[in-house]
């Protein structure tokens, strides 16, 4: 049952106002999400950092346990029409529910290349991927195929997390810990000296990606959807390959090239 506090009025079914938002908080440091994976994701493994949900009628029963949550933690919770909902999470496709959450931060490379990464793990590097769809999907794979941890670049030509990234990963965002690179190719470069593997996708290289053994952790580097890896970062790889094909399209889409490639890593690491 419903907490005895009634998010069923027709006051409930308005826009939320400003006066909804807990004191203290800002615009800046809150995103929103919606999608029903990517919600429901946030409650099951992140929900001390949600700040308000709103739902529609059809998925009121569903979302009992997140509203009593809500209700718990004295945490806005609303019952909205379409309308309402499509304005709140500025998307149609919010599949019937939003959520405000805390804005995730981005760790600092630094700090896990001090502890060096896991061993047998994977891990992910992102060398200027500007799409947040094919961000958002990577993630959606990564957390797949178990990747914990993704390396971004710091540049304006690197998508970071947003509600259409959030919404592409379909729940993976609050799985894996993300972290950020004022120096991509120095941070590859103390990573391989503490023994991590870097393999890096280039359509360029004659190198299958079936034919290259792996050696763990492994660390998988993908490159900007146009130009592919750059030069500094390309130097830093432990081996280049690439995904075979017929030939008649140049490349894969860089969401679906990660996904292909994570998949032989995890295969290779469960016979390790």
């Not at 991927?129 to 178990?146: D, E, K, M, Q, V």
């Not at 580097?221 to 094909?245: A, F, Q, W």
């Amino acid at each position: 049952m419903y907490p005895s506090k009634k998010p069923y009025s027709k006051k409930t079914t308005t826009p939320v106002k400003p006066s909804d938002k807990p004191q203290g908080f800002s615009k800046k440091i809150e995103l929103t999400i919606c999608g029903w994976n990517a919600c429901w994701s946030q409650f099951q493994n992140r929900p001390n950092d949600i700040l308000r949900l709103y739902f529609s009628k059809e998925r009121a029963a569903e979302l009992k346990p997140a509203a009593r949550w809500c209700a718990q933690k004295k945490l806005p919770y609303r019952l909205i029409d379409e309308e309402s909902l499509a304005k709140v999470s500025a998307s149609v496709h919010h599949e019937g529910v939003a959520m405000t959450i805390r804005q995730p931060e981005l760790s600092l490379s630094r700090e896990i290349i001090k502890k060096g990464l896991p061993p047998n793990s994977i891990s992910l590097t992102l060398d200027r991927i500007s799409n947040p769809h094919n961000f958002g999907a990577i993630l959606r794979s990564a957390a797949y195929f178990g990747t914990k941890n993704v390396f971004i670049s710091e540049s304006p030509d690197q998508a970071t997390i947003s509600s259409s990234a959030a919404r592409m990963a379909e729940g993976a965002l609050p799985l894996v810990s993300i972290h950020k690179c004022s120096d991509l190719p120095s941070t590859l470069r103390d990573l391989k000296s503490s023994g991590t593997f870097i393999l890096g996708a280039d359509v360029k290289t004659g190198k299958s990606l079936y034919e290259q053994p792996i050696s763990f952790p492994c660390m998988l580097v993908l490159g900007n959807e146009k130009d592919g890896l750059s030069d500094k970062v390309k130097s830093r790889c432990s081996s280049l390959i690439k995904i075979p094909g017929t030939g008649e399209v140049d490349s894969l889409n860089v969401s679906v090239a990660a996904g292909t490639i994570l998949s032989e890593i995890y295969r290779q690491k469960l016979t390790s």
